[in-house]
């Protein structure tokens, strides 16, 4: 770990001098003083209590290439089956944390859809206005290590009152031949106020060379704005992801997250919700199947800070082989916001003795007249409706797997894009090993 820390903070003058003239902005400022708080702070460890259970040793004993380069001879027919084909759709593509325009979909027409990169140069206002104001790195190494090396990733901004005419697919492409890799994609959503989008978000190893990718996305939902954002990490068992998002509500918008966890070796997802003005409506909704020696790491936080809000988070586990699970979901009411109603639950079925999950519901309730609840439940399957399956005929395989599918169903409750959820249903056939005909 020290060996990366160091070899990261030394690097920092190779970053500096690529930068063309942007050492000397305010953004720059940022960066500096993100990489002061990363040294402070170093790499979470086990000793943090937000760490407890996601050891990040194992992957960070690589010797990881910092800046790769984008491999040039990618060819469309080897990432097609990653894209969703079946809809038109915006696309913001990079390979090995570079922009490939010749992939990408991007439009300036009524919205931007384009790089966080182009937006540096051009939109500074809404750099200024948004960049490092809703991430937080109070206690926050990864986010730290994110912003001082902040360079490229994906900016969408949907000026007021403006509907996004398609949804948007934001993929972020690995590919070496020669050694591990890190990127660290840094996203910035802005939806102004009355605005409305629909995000696929996706990262994708493309061979089985190391990948560890620290990314960071901030949003921003406006005054009666919708977003649904979709988040499908199922990548190969040598990539690593820590993926950190935080989102800024106004006053009567809508914000729903669906998160689905299917593959990869190390998944931690960081999720905060800042419900700032009131009347806003939050989902969070998330689906994990993994298997050996697999991990995935759900922390959430639905944080009311004023009054009229509402959040409802569900999250299913299923986790076979020696697979490890964790979720820690906090609600935090403050003291000021009264007539919050906040609703989570967690449901895990363990389907080896190898298996384990740590679950950590919490509630912090500071006001009076609330309405709040938390549940949490680890098990197996239900043997006797196994049974009950199995008499009609139904061979144990697909019995089990219908059982699965109906344990898991609740959470795909938010998915809005039939040809997303047509996606995830196959996802998951996949991961349950069988071929069901029908859709959930």
Known sequence: MEELKDKLESSYIVFENELNGESDTPVHKM???????????GFPTKRNEEWKYTNLKPILKADYKLFPKQEDDIEFKDVKKYFLNEIDSYKVVFINGVYSSWLSETTHQGYDICTFGNALRKYPDAIDGYFNKIAKQDGQAMVSLNTAFASEGAFIRVPKNKVVDKPIQIIFFNTTNDREIMV????????????????????QSLNDVPVLTNAVTEVSVGANAELHYYKLQNDRHTSSLVDNTWID???DSVAKFSTFSFGGRITRNNLHFGLKEENCLTYMN???????????????????????????????????????????????????????NAFQQ??????????????????????????????????????????????????????????????????????????????????????????LDFEL
């Open 249 to 251: 509500q106004h006053r």
């Open 286 to 340: 998330g689906v994990t199947i993994i298997g050996e020696n697999q991990h995935v790491d759900h922390h959430t936080l639905a944080d009311h800070l004023v009054p009229h809000c509402e959040s409802h988070e569900l999250y299913k586990g299923i986790y076979d082989s020696n697979a490890t699970g964790v979720f820690n979901g906090k609600i935090v009411v403050h003291k000021d916001a009264q007539k919050t």
């Open 184 to 203: 660290q994609p840094r996203n910035l959503i802005i939806l102004e106020q009355g605005a409305k989008a629909e995000i696929i978000e996706r990262h």
């Open 31 to 41: 960066r500096r003083d993100a990489l002061e708080n990363f040294e402070q702070l």
């Open 346 to 435: 967690n449901d895990s079925v363990l389907l080896s003795d190898r298996a384990t999950v740590d679950a950590k519901p919490q509630l912090e309730i500071y006001a009076d007249d609330v309405a709040c609840s938390h549940g949490c439940t680890v098990g197996q399957l239900d043997e006797e409706a196994l049974f009950y399956m199995r008499s009609r005929g139904i061979a144990e395989k697909e019995a089990r797997a219908l059982l699965m599918y109906a344990f898991a169903s609740d959470a795909l409750g938010e998915v809005d894009i039939l040809e997303l959820r047509k996606k995830v249903n196959m996802l998951i056939a996949k991961k349950l090993g069988v071929n």
